[in-house]
């Protein structure tokens, strides 16, 4: 059974940095895709980035690129998301996936069979 565990929210300063982790385990294969999503109170779920487990191909949001910087221990089972320069459009549950069908036409945009439960990003002054 997959299991994704989230960490490193907190309370961060505008233009400040986080560094949220999400350790996986239960992986039966390298081929699995990983993404990140954030979910901000009253809007919808968006996805920040993605990354294949096996060879880390990443793609990004267009409106975060640049700023935000996914990538994978293998040793560690873990993905890191880095957000640099935060903005107060920023908060939110940030949540990472993960599904077997791996990194491929659609990017990001697949069904994730493989949630964790979150944590909160909150960014103010």
């Known amino acids: 059974q997959v299991q994704l565990v989230e960490s490193g929210g907190g309370l961060v300063q505008p233009g400040g940095s986080l560094r949220l982790s999400c350790a996986a385990s239960?992986?039966?294969?390298?081929?699995?895709?990983i993404a990140w999503f954030r979910q901000a109170p009253g809007k919808e779920r968006e996805g920040v980035s993605c990354i294949s487990w096996g060879d880390g191909r990443a793609h990004y949001a267009d409106s975060l690129k640049g700023r935000f910087t996914i990538s994978r221990d293998n040793a560690k089972n873990t993905v890191y998301l880095i957000m640099n320069s935060l903005k107060p459009e920023d908060p939110g549950f940030y949540y990472c996936?993960?599904?077997?069908?791996?990194?491929?036409?659609?990017?990001?945009?697949?069904?994730?069979?493989?949630w964790g439960q979150g944590t909160q990003v909150t960014v103010s002054s």
């Open positions: 239960g992986f039966t294969s390298g081929y699995y895709v």
């Open positions: 996936a993960a599904d077997p069908a791996g990194l491929g036409p659609a990017a990001c945009d697949i069904e994730y069979a493989y």
